[in-house]
């Protein structure tokens, strides 16, 4: 049974920095594809990075050059490094992972940021 536990959310100032992380079970991460969505209140979910199995990586428009999306498979756990945060980033951010056509998702982490 896959189950994803995402941590590290929180409240940070404009300008700073959070890295979330999303613990996989089961032996299947390797082969998994790994993604960081985002849900802002009152609006849908959206994209925010992806990286597959084999390491190649997506990132939204809206993030590029601030976040960066890794993976360490000895660990079974995806990371999403966040700088220079702005006020549009808070909202609840989900892990998903997509193994054999089959998506699974975390319950999110808190990401608020305010002055």
């Known amino acids: 049974q896959v189950q994803l536990v995402e941590s590290g959310g929180g409240l940070v100032q404009p300008g700073g920095s959070l890295r979330l992380s999303c613990s996989a079970s089961?032996?299947?991460?390797?082969?998994?594809?790994m993604g960081w969505y985002r849900q802002a209140p009152g609006k849908q979910r959206e994209l925010v990075a992806t990286?597959?199995?084999?390491?190649?990586?997506n990132y939204a428009d809206s993030v590029k050059g601030r976040f960066t999306i890794s993976r360490d498979n000895a660990k079974n756990t995806v990371y999403l490094q966040m700088n220079s945060l702005k006020p549009e980033d808070t909202a609840v951010y989900y892990c998903?992972?997509?193994?054999?056509?089959?998506?699974?998702w975390g319950k999110g982490t808190l990401v608020t940021v305010s002055s």
């Open positions: 998903k992972q997509t193994v054999w056509g089959v998506d699974y």
């Open positions: 089961g032996i299947i991460f390797r082969i998994s594809d």
């Open positions: 990286i597959t199995s084999g390491g190649f990586t």
